[in-house]
C-alpha cells in the first residue's frame, strides 16, 4: 500500500507533470536501449579475453570429472556458441553497473527529491550483491552441487556429460544466486518509499524462512538438503542484513520527511 504522504504529494511532481503512457513507453525505449549497448560493449570486452574467461569457467566444471574425463560436444556450432553464451554471461556482469542504473532513473521520476540522491548507493549496494551471489554461485553452491551429481559415476556407468546444459545449469545458478543477493537492495529501495519497515520484517520471518528454503530448493537443482542449506544459510544472514537496511534507510514520518523538487 503507498503512504498517504506520497499519494498527497502526487500533484506535486518536480518533472512538468505525470508523463503520459506514450511518453513512459519511450523512456522505457530509451533505457532499453543504454542496457543493451552496455551488455553489448561488456560482450565485446569478455569475448577479447574469451579464451582466459572461458579457462576460468570450465576448470571448475572439469575438476569433479574422473580423470581424463572431459565435458562433450555433439553439435558442430555448439563450441562456438557456447563462447558467445561465456561472453554475453560475463558482459552482463560488467554491465551490471550501467544496466541498473538506468533501471534507478526510469524509475527515478516518480520518487521524492531526497530518494533521488539514493542512486549511487542504490547502484553500488546492487551491483555488489550481485556479483557477490555470481561469486557465491561460483566458488560454493555449484561445485558442491556438481560435485554430488558426478558421484555416481561407477564401474558401469561414465559422467561424462555434455557442455550445453552443464552451462545452462551453471548459468542459472549464478544468475539466480544474483538476483537472490539482490535482496538488501530491494529492502532498501522499499523502506525509502514506505512499504518496508523493519517491525514487518522481524514479524515476518516465519513466513520470510518458508520463502527462503522454497526458493533454495527451485534454484539449486540437487535434491539433497545440504546444498539447499548452502544457499538457505547466506539467505538467512541477507534476511537479517534486510532488517538493519531498513532500520537505517526507513522512510521518516511525514512530518520529517523532505519535500520534493520545486
Do not use: C
Not at 60 to 68: F, M, R, S
Not at 160 to 181: E, Q, S, W
Amino acid at each position: 500500500m503507498i503512504p498517504p504522504d506520497r499519494l498527497a504529494a502526487g500533484d506535486d511532481d518536480d518533472d512538468g507533470g505525470k508523463m503520459s503512457f506514450l511518453e513512459h513507453l519511450d523512456e522505457l525505449r530509451v533505457r532499453l536501449i543504454k542496457m543493451f549497448a552496455a551488455v553489448f560493449v561488456g560482450f565485446l570486452v569478455a569475448f577479447a579475453f574469451i579464451e582466459r574467461i572461458f579457462g576460468f569457467i570450465m576448470r571448475g566444471l572439469t575438476e569433479v570429472l574422473p580423470e581424463g574425463g572431459k565435458l562433450i560436444y555433439t553439435e558442430p556450432a555448439e563450441a562456438f556458441l557456447l563462447y558467445l553464451k561465456v561472453a554475453a554471461l560475463v558482459g552482463l556482469i560488467l554491465a551490471s553497473p550501467v544496466v541498473l542504473y538506468q533501471i534507478w532513473m526510469f524509475i527515478a521520476p516518480g520518487l521524492y527529491a531526497n530518494e533521488k540522491r539514493l542512486a549511487i548507493p542504490f547502484v553500488l549496494f546492487s551491483t555488489f550483491f550481485f556479483v557477490a551471489g555470481a561469486l557465491f554461485s561460483h566458488y560454493v553452491v555449484f561445485p558442491f552441487a556438481w560435485t554430488f551429481f558426478a558421484s555416481f559415476s561407477t564401474d558401469y556407468m561414465a559422467f561424462t556429460p555434455k557442455i550445453a546444459p552443464v552451462f545452462g545449469l551453471y548459468v542459472r545458478m549464478m544468475l539466480g544466486l544474483g538476483l537472490v543477493f539482490e535482496m538488501p537492495t530491494l529492502v532498501l529501495f522499499l523502506a525509502r518509499i514506505g512499504l518496508v519497515t523493519p517491525r514487518l520484517l522481524i514479524r515476518n520471518t516465519k513466513y520470510a524462512v518458508l520463502a527462503i528454503f522454497i526458493i533454495a530448493a527451485v534454484v539449486t537443482p540437487s535434491p539433497d538438503v545440504v546444498t539447499q542449506l548452502l544457499l538457505a544459510g547466506p539467505m538467512m544472514g541477507l534476511y537479517l542484513i534486510s532488517i538493519g537496511v531498513a532500520w537505517v534507510f526507513q522512510r521518516k514520518r511525514p512530518e520529517e520527511s523532505g519535500d520534493r523538487d520545486a
